[in-house]
């Protein structure tokens, strides 16, 4: 039975991971961040989270069809697709991925430098505490090189690793394929640096005495209060 159910969570990630990189591929500069499928009482059900739902449907969803097909040539049967808008596209690094790497196809290699300054400035704006965006291929000349754009706050180690939204994109140009990685610290991340100690009021002392009553003595001798809240 748990054989079973294994099997069945790998191949409900192999086929969503299949789906996302054929999508993403087949619709690129469409921002789109992620694809997710699940199962429901009334069959599959798709949802597409992008940056413009129009743009990744078209006006009178012209390209509905040709994401069914993508959809049936990997096994899904007849889903329901949906388009979801992204609360803030400029905080999800595979849409800003993705929109630097349709932005240096259309402008060249030339103007990377340019395009990561202005988009990183903007991810800043939208609330990010730090953004870093990497850019590697010939980009500035025959060899290949790398630019590197960092703004506000990026922490390399820790638990905070595991906040970050990371995703890498690709700009084809004659010259060569060009890489592009984004790392975006949104702005909902806890740091290190910036935790503050609760004042006395601000203490929920009834959690604190069901973890252990010890707690509220030491903190009435700390706080010189006199008696058991």
Known sequence: MATENLRKIIEHKKRETLLNFILKREFKGKLISRIIYFDTPLGEKILIFCARPRLVLGKANENLEKILNICKRIGFKNPQIEAVPVENPLLD?????????????????RAARKIAMNISESVMKAGAIGIEIRITGKVIGERSSTIRIQKGKMKKSGEINKIFGTAISH???PQGSVGVKVKILPPNATLMDNIRIKEYNELDLEKLEKIDPRIIDILNKKYNITGQP
């Open 171 to 173: 700009a084809f140009l």
């Open 93 to 109: 690094a595979n849409i800003v991925a993705d929109l630097i790497a349709s932005k240096i196809e259309r402008q060249g290699a």
